[in-house]
């Protein structure tokens, strides 16, 4: 370690006069010290005050420059030496020294400036905003020859790419040109997973996924997936998966997404659509979530029912019913919940059995499976046929009125009421009314009737009215029980109360003062008072349903 304090202040006084051929001998003897023990020599080195010195040092002319990034790049593995490294104005010489031509002094360049910003958001945000991605962009174009310095561009793309704030940058340049280039050349399974690194986080961007898909990301993806589908081999298992990920990722993007769908002629969805009856696990997943993307508009929605995809979907869910996979589950009732969002779509559905497959997993246990479930039955109901079929369904009511009850799953909480209420709405029958009576679920829909959501509270206040209108009676005692007046007491007294909730608890109102009950607790709360005042609404609506509202308060009384 003499010698090391030797060249200290060797590398002092010769740093000054930039006497190069003393300086080598000097940084040589470093960063030997550093190989031997990094630690102890980096606190040695920020100590002696030189790392103020090697700023000036970093010049692009200079036969030393290779050598003192390379001591920078060692001395920052050190986390207590990246903010000593920043106050000794290192990063800015570093940030223009990615202009270089010379290949060693790149490479160490890159090192140290990724050591640095290591693990920091604000240091590698500053690089950013100094520049530094176009530059690195350019350098993979440039040495893609060099396997080092694209490791190098790599790691630092894995990195910067993490941060929002780059992927605007990353877009205006030929990222994704580059990346698929490089992607294509690569045979080795770590190599491949580097490049991977950097897509996934990319990918997010729809600019970026967009660009991918034109530089032809999709082609080698299908082909890893072609390649790899049969194999056990832990690796290739892996790059499948990833592969297959991503292709769904790239999905997302409406402009990549249609792009790829061509009309439902293009050759990718026909490829995703043969990963569905698969064998493999992985791809029958990655099927049906493109599927569920590529359902995102109408036209499409219509394109893949119309092309059998429905049949497809159902076969997979048969398979995965006993102990199967909750992700595949999950994915192909997202897939069948946006195909029925189209009018057109649900009879042709229905026709097909869909009903009758998604409810074998009423069962589930899994709020993921659930939830789609509910969402894809409540797509399907809009005919009254299906409604009052479902509706007079004991088992799914009596599973419905339980998951009203899921309070931490405000998600399938919420599905099974809108379903409840929706059964009634679209069926307007008896029978359903009855069976949801029976099975305890009118006190849920007055709770649905204070929701937050002003869609869920009209949808409810719609479904009360029904069931007032069709079949009072049998609903009397649990309406009174959950406090259904005082509930619409409060809703119209309520200002921030929207207008069609305000025009909807009136219509409710008149509809139970058939019961006698429920039509002195009205008397008793004065509502004649607050509708009175709602005469003067500046809704039309409101106020015409106030003034007949009123009349039959004042006739009744």
């Known amino acids: ?30 960063l030997q010290a550093l190989a031997q023990n990094n630690t102890e020599t980096s606190e040695k080195i920020q100590g002696s005050g030189v790392l103020q010195l090697l700023a000036n040092l970093l010049t692009p002319q200079s036969s030393c420059t290779a050598r003192v990034a390379n001591i920078i790049a060692e001395v920052a593995k050190n986390e207590f030496m990246r903010i000593p490294c920043v106050d000794a104005g290192l990063v800015s010489p570093l940030v223009q020294l990615l202009n270089s031509k010379d290949q060693e002094v790149l490479l160490q360049t890159g090192r140290a400036l990724g050591n640095i910003c290591y693990d920091s958001h604000s240091l590698q945000a500053q690089l950013i905003n100094m520049g530094v991605i176009p530059t690195l962009v350019k350098l993979l174009g440039i040495h893609c020859h060099n396997a080092a310095l694209t490791e190098m561009c790599l790691v630092a793309f894995g990195n910067l790419a993490e941060l929002e704030s780059s992927k605007e940058q990353f877009a205006s340049t030929n990222i994704a040109e580059e990346l698929v ?81 061509e009309g439902g002629k293009g050759s990718v969805f026909q490829r995703v659509l043969s990963w569905i009856p698969s064998n493999n696990n992985q791809l029958q997943l990655a099927g049906a979530l493109a599927i569920a993307n590529f359902a995102r508009n109408d036209g499409n929605c219509i394109h893949m029912v119309d092309s059998g995809i429905v049949e497809k979907l159902m076969d997979l869910l048969d398979r995965h019913e006993e102990d199967g996979s909750v992700t595949v589950q999950h994915a192909a009732l997202s897939a069948l919940r946006n195909l029925a969002i189209p009018v057109v779509n649900k009879a042709k559905m229905l026709s097909a059995g869909v009903t009758g497959t998604v409810l074998k997993f009423l069962k589930s246990e899994m709020p993921p499976v659930q939830f789609k ?66 099975s305890g679920g009118i006190k849920h829909l007055v709770t649905m009737a204070t929701s937050e959501h002003v869609i869920m509270q009209n949808e409810a206040l719609v479904a009360l009215a029904l069931i007032a209108a069709l079949e009072l009676g049998p609903a ?4 009174e029980s959950a406090q259904l007046v005082q509930i619409l007491h409060r809703l119209l007294a309520d200002e921030r109360s929207a207008p069609e909730i305000k025009y909807n608890s009136m219509v409710l109102i008149c509809a139970l003062m058939g019961s006698e009950s ?32 009123e009349q039959r308060l004042t006739v009744e009384s």
């Open 1 to 30: 370690m003499d010698n090391l304090s030797d060249a200290l202040q060797k590398l002092k006084i010769t740093a000054a006069d930039r006497a190069e051929g003393s300086l080598e001998g000097c940084l040589d003897c470093l």
């Open 181 to 261: 280039k490089l992607f294509k050349k690569q045979i080795e399974h770590d190599k491949r997973e580097m490049v991977f690194e950097v897509l996934a986080p990319l990918a997010e961007n729809d600019a970026i996924k967009l660009q991918l898909v034109e530089a032809g990301l999709v082609e080698c993806l299908l082909e890893i997936v072609q390649q790899k589908v049969d194999s056990d081999k832990e690796d290739d298992v892996a790059e499948l998966k990833t592969a297959s990920d991503l292709m769904v990722l790239l999905l997302l993007g409406d402009e990549s997404m249609q792009k790829l769908f």
């Open 373 to 438: 479930l509910l969402g894809t039955l409540r797509m399907l109901i809009d005919a009254q046929e299906a409604a009052e079929q479902l509706g007079k369904n004991a088992k799914l009511v009596e599973r419905l009125v339980e998951w009203c009850e899921a309070k931490d799953h405000a998600g399938v909480m919420g599905e099974s009421n809108r379903l409840l209420s929706a059964l009634i709405r679209h069926s307007k029958s008896k029978d359903v009314i009855k069976t949801i009576v029976q």
């Open 476 to 479: 009397e005692k649990d309406l």
């Open 518 to 549: 429920l039509y002195k607790e009205v008397q008793d709360l004065a509502f004649l008072d607050v509708v009175s005042k709602l005469r003067s609404h500046e809704n039309k609506s409101v106020a015409q349903q106030a003034s007949l509202t």
